[in-house]
């Protein structure tokens, strides 16, 4: 068998009465009911009804929920589901429905977006202020149920205070919207953008940074306080952080309020529509305005009947339905076409019509008609349409599916029935609105920004902190705190360090003299550390001043504010004389190479340090450069002047001093 197949979209006019058919005896179909007659009697039989023509927006699953808000009114309520429709056909069709239905109530008209109109007959509520509210409070993307659930909320409050918050809601939202709801796929692929930023970004900023920190501190003398595997350790938990609180944060899953459909809810309008086809080759769907007259619709009758009964003719079904992107196969009138035809079970042609637009297709199914002269060389202006077409209400469907049917009465015969193919599977209506996974899309391209990002950001931080530091030093030269020196002084200082310092401290020293005839002890650590300097502190920091010249001032200079508050220690430690006073001597492991040692005064750290890790001591010895210029070396061996006598105490410092110098 063959069959002709015509679809049809939302409603944009509403009929106040049905129209009786010229031939309805003779093409022995009944007269076709109005939408408005269709929808009282749905009403009649359940005060809500949700169509099946959305089902990939609105299931008719749904209907309970709707149901359920729909009862919270307080008043007798009845809510049409439908596709979208303008602000006047849906002010038009609640009336008219009213009218049919008989009863009074709240008549709220809902479409894919939410609540779009909604009329009181006979009761008294503030249906125009819960609309305002609705429209103001809302994002456009909640949904038809949040939307029908804020309605019902206003409805709830009460006449005064529901125009008060519809005002309200008015002049907060006049020029600005509420944020959305949802996200959509490109917001998932930022979000994922930026997880991969971070997850690489952060971690390898903590290890580049605190590694540059590490060094400095390493040139500028400052011991390592902290365990080695702290830093890495903080890495992997920012990493692991980032990794477990993304998924919370970005906790989205879907891009829009709509429910996946169940099977169930995808078969609905095509069960309908291949039931109706087995009583009538011409299927108008109810819901949706008439856009055949009855002249029209008898016309079509009268040139189905005789091309089934033409020479290489057969059966033709024409079916008037919605065709939107929310439907079961996402406005695609092939997949209609053929869905349709696989539940009726009826071969022959299928044309899809679609009111909305105007466009008509053709698709053959089992009849012996040359299917590439349908496809191509049917004229666009049965196709498409014209200009007449596009002004016209109906879009003159009428007239351009009675040209249709003279077209495929002369269209080619063929030897053997022709069907078409399979179409290409709509869109899986589960996932339509889901979004894609955090850690996919852009999330590894992120991975290697975050990586880049994080050298860029450490170099910033190295150039920050290096000009930090020397902003500080020259504002802030006061020396540094005894009790800190064993943890910040270097083991190879710098040349830079050892200027500075060494300056630092013999001004301090110098400063705090507040008698200039005080011959105390510290006036003899004093005048040694000039001597070393001719006399002038800005000798010190003068560029080529030797190394081991500017320990022995430092140390001295040291030695010598200590003795201004009372402390009379003569040692200095002699495993790095920039850490300050001596504790004790010790026989220190000074080589790496063997197991030779050597008496030497040491600091408190310095003690403990050759108790638990006394292997480790030679590296902890302060060295400087080799008069030779090749490295280093530890700084008894690097010179022969007064620093060499360090290990024997300050007071052997200041004799040396005074020996080389030739005062006694």
Same mark, same amino acid.
């Given at each position: 068998?063959?069959?002709? =197949? ?93 009218? &049919? ?41 909640? #949904? ?61 900023? $903590? ?20 365990? &080695? ?69 008898? &016309?079509?009758?009268?040139? $189905? ?8 003719? #057969? ?127 852009? =999330? ?62 013999? $001004? ?26 001719? #006399? ?115 007071? &052997? ?12």
């Amino acid at each position: 068998m063959a069959a002709v =197949f015509a679809t049809a979209t939302p409603a944009r006019a509403v009929e106040a009465a049905p129209a009786t058919p010229a031939r309805a005896a003779e093409a022995d179909t009944p007269a076709p009911v109005t939408q408005a007659a269709y929808l009282a009697d749905r009403l009649r039989e359940n005060p809500v009804h949700v169509t099946d023509q959305l089902p990939r927006e609105i299931p008719r699953s749904t209907a309970p929920d709707f149901a359920r808000l729909a009862k919270k009114t307080g008043v007798p309520t009845y809510v049409l589901v439908l596709p979208s429709q303008s602000s006047t056909d849906a002010r038009q069709l609640l009336g008219v429905v009213h009218d &049919r239905l008989g009863r009074d109530g709240l008549f709220v008209l809902v479409d894919e977006n939410g609540v779009v109109e909604a009329t009181a007959y006979g009761v008294r509520v503030p249906a125009d202020a819960a609309s305002t509210v609705t429209m103001y409070e809302l994002p456009y993307d909640a #949904g038809p149920l949040l939307s029908l659930e804020k309605f019902v909320e206003v409805i709830a409050q009460g006449g005064e205070k529901a125009t008060a918050r519809a005002e309200a809601a008015r002049e907060t939202y006049r020029d600005d919207e509420p944020a959305e709801m949802y996200i959509g796929p490109s917001d998932r692929r930022n979000q994922s953008f930026v997880t991969g930023i971070l997850l690489t970004g952060v971690p390898l900023t $903590i290890l580049l940074v605190a590694g540059y920190a590490r060094r400095r501190r390493r040139r500028s003398g400052a011991a390592r306080r902290v365990p &080695r595997w702290v830093v890495p350790g903080a890495a992997v938990l920012s990493a692991a952080a980032i990794a477990l609180t993304a998924p919370v944060v970005f906790d989205q899953s879907r891009s829009s309020a709509s429910e996946p459909p169940s099977p169930a809810d995808l078969s609905a309008r095509v069960d309908r529509v291949a039931a109706g086809l087995r009583k009538d080759p011409v299927y108008a769907d109810p819901e949706s305005r008439r856009v055949l007259d009855s002249r029209r619709l008898a &016309r079509l009758h009268d040139r $189905i009947r005789d091309f089934r009964r033409s020479d290489g003719g #057969g059966p033709v079904y024409v079916a008037l339905v919605p065709q939107t992107p929310a439907s079961e196969s996402a406005g695609d009138s092939w997949l209609f076409a053929a869905a349709v035809h696989a539940k009726a079970r009826q071969d022959g042609l299928y044309v899809v019509a679609d009111p909305d637009d105007g466009t008509i297709d053709v698709y053959n199914y089992g009849l012996r008609i040359d299917s590439d002269s349908l496809s191509f060389d049917l004229p666009d202006a049965v196709t498409f349409g014209d200009s007449r077409a596009d002004e016209a209400g109906d879009h003159l469907l009428g007239e351009r599916l009675d040209t249709l049917m003279t077209f495929v009465d002369k269209a080619p015969r063929t030897d053997r029935p022709d069907f078409e193919s399979a179409p290409a599977p709509a869109p899986r209506a589960e996932d339509e609105d889901a979004l894609p996974p955090l850690f996919a899309t852009d =999330f590894t391209p992120g991975l290697f920004v975050g990586a880049f990002a994080a050298l860029l950001l450490s170099g910033v931080a190295a150039g920050v902190m290096w000009t930090a530091g020397r902003l500080l030093r020259r504002r802030d030269p006061a020396p540094e705190a005894t009790d800190r020196l064993p943890f910040t002084a270097p083991t190879e200082p710098s040349a830079s360090y050892l200027r500075r310092t060494a300056y630092t401290e013999l $001004i301090a020293l110098t400063g705090e003299f507040s008698d200039p005839d005080d011959r105390t002890r510290a006036w003899d650590h004093l005048d040694a550390a000039m001597l070393l300097v001719d #006399g002038d502190p800005d000798r010190a920091r003068r560029s080529g001043a030797d190394p081991a010249t500017l320990v022995a001032v430092i140390v001295l200079a040291r030695a010598g504010r200590a003795a201004l508050t009372g402390d009379e220690t003569d040692l200095c430690c002699g495993v790095n004389p920039l850490h300050g006073p001596g504790v004790r001597l010790s026989h220190v492991r000074v080589s790496a190479e063997g197991t030779g040692r050597r008496l030497l005064p040491v600091c408190a750290l310095c003690r403990d340090a050759a108790i638990a890790d006394p292997v480790g001591m030679p590296d902890r010895l302060m060295r400087l450069p080799a008069p030779a210029g090749s490295g280093r070396v530890p700084y008894y061996d690097a010179t022969d002047g007064p620093l060499t006598a360090v290990p024997k105490g300050i007071t &052997r410092l200041i004799e040396k001093v005074r020996e080389t110098a030739g005062v006694h």
